[in-house]
């Protein structure tokens, strides 16, 4: 295996600033893995080889005429494909969107492109990014590199499954109810789910606008925090933006310590449906992090266990009004009989045609929940319920620095296995939905390989909205004492593959 592809983001921006290595050359080197990995991975929808290395090639012309290079110069990084990116297409994981071009380019894809980043490609995704295993994409499943008979978690499964399988060093992603901490604690890697408003949603297709939120995946915790910090910051053109100083993720994440530290360990997410190799990874490193001075007390959250039902009132609610705009005649997809017809003729079959299963339900479950008659007892409850876990979130920190919990009941699972039955599927997001209804930050950090099947089970940190620097110091403490156990920076090294 060409070392270049192993190594972290940050080594490969400080070999690029440094004259060691070419940005063409590291980019052609994820390009070859690419070409040999990914007809098995199947993380990318689109690899955007040409570019790729045209940019590189710009990179390495400014740094011999001696111009002042990018923090993420040449370090390729994949992009879900809901970001819209100018000279690639975006698709939303969904046949409505087949082939649509977008006309400009998303906030953080410009802002990651101007910081010296690559832009390799774009990854596969549940459809409109519903769901949890990249199986509701409307261009089959991505896969896991640590077993390819089992999914990467989703909805940006093809993102984490990229980074794991060496493919990317780093990867957007974004999370609504858990799809960047999911697919990363089922892959193995590293990814947050920053404050929302901390990272601009211009740009990125939305699913369900209150909740939407960018963030990244790599290897390691420093990787993903320099990817953190170059994507985040006030952007005018998101109404939800904060306008308010990013986080000092990097600093954090280069001195993890807990000593002192508050931890509290959410009572609700263990017990039934947590799979045992998960539960005593998940122990361990609470026992962990007390050995390294934090004081870890156990916090009961009573509100969590509806939120899962809450959101899906909310989200869906939201998909049912987002994705009124894709109706056959502005974007992508239109279907017509011969001869053509009415124009809500279009609009329905284009619909019917160009929509998956999972993202009809939601629409339909949303278009319920909002009609008349049903508002208050749906959609308003639910809105009452999101009030409750935010008090839970408010209460806890008030007494706990950050919460901490596993990021998902189970390893990753079988393709095909919960393909066919909704509320397993939902089920994997229990642990990661409160934190996106409140709208704090956490991250998803590798502790350890279950038992009953070598998988990877993660650690779930949270922490309260524009505290996301506290994630970092923890799972940086976290990682540096697995690394000296196992000798090797994460668990990443993706067994099916490497
Ligand atoms: N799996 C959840 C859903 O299907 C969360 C998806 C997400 O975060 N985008 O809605």
Same mark, same amino acid.
């Given at each position: 295996m060409n070392e270049l592809i192993t190594m972290t983001a940050a080594d490969l921006s400080a070999a690029v600033a440094a004259g060691e290595v070419s940005a063409a050359e590291v980019t052609a080197a994820h390009l070859d893995r690419i070409a040999s990995v990914d007809e098995r991975v199947r993380a990318f929808l689109h690899v955007a080889a040409d570019d790729a290395l045209a940019r590189a090639r710009e990179i390495d012309r400014d740094r011999a005429a001696g111009e002042p290079l990018g923090p993420l110069a040449g370090v390729p990084v994949a992009v879900k494909d809901l970001f819209t990116t100018v000279g690639m297409p975006t698709t939303c994981g969904s046949k409505i969107l087949q082939g649509w071009r977008p006309p400009y380019e998303s906030t953080i894809t410009r802002r990651l492109r101007d910081a010296g980043a690559i832009l390799i490609g774009k990854t596969n995704m549940d459809e409109f990014a519903m769901g949890s295993s990249t199986e509701n994409s409307g261009y089959g499943p991505s896969r896991n590199p640590w077993d390819l008979a089992k999914v990467p978690g989703g909805s940006s499964g093809g993102s984490a499954a990229a980074v794991a399988a060496y493919e990317a060093p780093l990867a957007l992603g974004t999370d609504t109810g858990g799809s960047i901490r999911q697919p990363a604690a089922v892959c193995g890697i590293v990814g947050t789910k920053p404050t929302y408003g901390g990272s601009s949603r211009y740009g990125v297709v939305a699913f369900a606008s209150s909740l939407d939120t960018p963030g990244p995946f790599g290897r390691t915790v420093l990787d993903t925090a320099l990817l953190h910090e170059a994507m985040s910051g006030y952007d005018p053109m998101d109404s939800t933006s904060i306008d308010a100083p990013a986080p000092p993720v990097v600093e954090a994440a280069r001195h993890g310590d807990v000593s002192g530290m508050r931890i509290g360990v959410v009572t609700e997410f263990s017990g039934d449906g947590y799979q045992p190799g998960v539960m005593a990874r998940f122990t361990e490193a609470v026992e962990l992090l007390e050995s390294l001075g934090a004081k870890v007390t156990e916090i009961s959250c009573p509100h969590f266990r509806y939120a899962l039902p809450a959101y899906y009132?909310?989200?869906? =609610?939201?998909? =049912? =009004?987002? !994705?009124?705009?894709f109706d056959g005649m502005r974007y992508g997809l239109r279907a017509e009989r011969p001869g053509g017809g009415s124009a809500e003729e279009v609009m329905a079959l284009s619909r019917a045609a160009g929509f998956g299963p999972e993202v009809k339900r939601r629409i339909m479950l949303g278009t319920y929940a909002l009609s008349s008659g049903y508002y208050?007892?749906?959609?308003?409850?639910?809105?009452?319920?999101?009030?409750?876990?935010?008090? +839970?979130?408010?209460?806890?920190?008030?007494?706990?620095?950050?919460?901490? =919990?596993?990021?998902?009941?189970?390893? #990753?699972?079988?393709?095909?296995?919960?393909?066919?039955?909704?509320?397993?599927?939902?089920?994997?997001? !229990?642990?990661?939905?409160?934190? +996106?209804? #409140?709208?704090?930050? #956490?991250?998803?950090?590798?502790? /350890?390989?279950? +038992?009953?099947?070598? *998988?990877?089970?993660? *650690?779930?940190?949270?922490?309260?909205? !524009?505290?996301?620097?506290?994630?970092?110091? $923890?799972?940086?403490? $976290?990682?540096? #004492?697995?690394?000296?156990?196992? /000798?090797?920076? !994460?668990?990443?090294?993706?067994?099916? *593959?490497?």
């Open positions: 009132l909310i989200a869906p =609610s939201e998909v =049912s =009004s987002n !994705l009124a705009r208050d007892a749906y959609y308003g409850k639910a809105q009452q319920v999101r009030t409750l876990v935010i008090r +839970d979130f408010d209460a806890a920190f008030g007494q706990v620095d950050v919460l901490v =919990s596993p990021v998902t009941p189970t390893t #990753a699972f079988p393709i095909g296995e919960r393909a066919d039955d909704p509320m397993a599927m939902y089920l994997a997001d !229990l642990c990661t939905i409160p934190t +996106d209804l #409140a709208g704090n930050a #956490a991250i998803a950090v590798p502790c /350890g390989l279950a +038992d009953e099947d070598g *998988l990877p089970a993660g *650690l779930q940190v949270m922490a309260p909205p !524009l505290a996301d620097d506290r994630l970092y110091r $923890v799972a940086a403490a $976290v990682e540096a #004492a697995f690394t000296d156990r196992w /000798g090797h920076p !994460l668990l990443a090294e993706a067994k099916g *593959l490497v």
